[in-house]
């Protein structure tokens, strides 16, 4: 309830109204009943009424809402409020005075005491302080909440992102080829078939239980890319040939699960799609100014098909969720027989 009444509409103008109004009724009261009221009293505090709704809407409120969004120490934020607040009570009651008796702040005396003044002075400065307090909860309250629903959507969107990664690894085209090699293997080399049924299972459980991780460490992530690269060999042959380029220093550096495995993939797909005799791949990890630049290169050129994969928009989404805008991917052709892949990275601590 605390909830939905925090995101109504009316919460705001009620407030004001509530607040307001207990405000200038207490005045009446002390004015009345403990002390003899000035003139005009109640048309003074119907016109300060309404100054104290125009005033806290249109000046202190928006000049909150912008201090919220801004860098700045606390007790900055506080004094700068303070001297804000003086000010427009200061204003607030000489216009009151000049609509109610015609005068200004110093002539109207003739008809308000200055012991009155001060004191209306100095309520209408705590009455400003508690307002603004109360509204900076609120900015500050909505701003959290607003915090946990966009990271609660994220946790969503990642986790659709993981699904269709699985759905996308568990390639059915590559589990039958590699069971079928497996069942040809197992007849006249059992050791190599039997290195093949553990790399796959290693494979299928990276996939399934380490996709499911945020970032993973860079290591971890060749090491199941030469896992596959050994089934892949078994197909291809001669073929395949890698050309590992790998900083040793980055070892520890958190990626994207399945990252890498799923652009070498995709360069073996497009080298023999491509129908290359030899199916060349450069892979490449090393440390680029503040960040780290993974990149595959593959001979073939890029068709239609290959220029939306669902494999690049996999890497795309995944960099996006964890890392932001300090990741990127690029999925270039360098010339009709190259094909470039390179993602950017930052050095986050893991």
């Not at 403990?34 to 100054?51: M, T």
């Not at 900076?136 to 946790?155: C, G, P």
């Amino acid at each position: 309830m605390i909830k939905n009444l925090g995101e109504s509409k009316l919460l705001y103008p009620l407030c004001q109204f509530a607040g307001w109004s207990l405000f200038i009724s207490q005045y009446y009261f002390l004015q009345n009943v403990i002390r003899n009221a000035p003139p005009l009293l109640s048309y003074w505090l119907v016109v300060y009424f309404c100054f104290g709704i125009l005033i806290s809407h249109y000046v202190l409120r928006p000049y909150l809402r912008w201090q919220n969004s801004i860098v700045c120490g606390l007790w900055k934020k506080i004094f700068l409020v303070f001297l804000l607040v003086c000010s427009l009570a200061l204003i607030q009651i000489s216009l009151t005075s000049y609509i109610i008796y015609f005068d200004t702040l110093i002539e109207s005396l003739h008809y308000v005491s200055l012991f009155d003044y001060v004191t209306v002075l100095q309520v209408t400065i705590f009455a400003y302080l508690v307002w603004s307090a109360g509204y900076s909860f609120w900015i500050n309250w909505k701003t959290q909440r607003r915090e946990k629903l966009r990271l609660l959507n994220l946790e969503v969107e990642l986790r659709n992102t993981q699904y269709e990664s699985l759905k996308q690894k568990l390639n059915p085209d590559f589990i039958f080829q590699s069971l079928k090699t497996i069942s040809l293997l197992a007849a006249d080399d059992r050791e190599v078939a039997r290195d093949m049924i553990t790399n796959l299972s290693n494979l299928l459980r990276y996939s399934l239980y380490q996709g499911k991780e945020n970032t993973v460490s860079l290591a971890e992530e060749i090491a199941i890319v030469q896992e596959y690269l050994f089934i892949e060999r078994q197909s291809f042959g001669e073929r395949l040939h890698i050309n590992w380029q790998i900083d040793n220093h980055l070892a520890d550096i958190p990626v994207i699960p399945l990252c890498l495995h799923t652009l070498v993939e995709i360069a073996i797909r497009n080298g023999n799609d491509n129908r290359c005799s030899v199916i060349n791949i450069d892979i490449k990890a090393e440390k680029r100014g503040n960040g780290i630049m993974l990149s595959v290169k593959s001979h073939g050129a890029i068709n239609a098909a290959n220029k939306v994969d669902s494999g690049i928009n996999f890497i795309r989404q995944r960099l996006s969720l964890v890392f932001g805008e300090l990741a990127s991917l690029e999925y270039q052709s360098l010339s009709e027989q190259a094909v470039l892949a390179t993602v950017r990275l930052p050095i986050l601590k893991s």
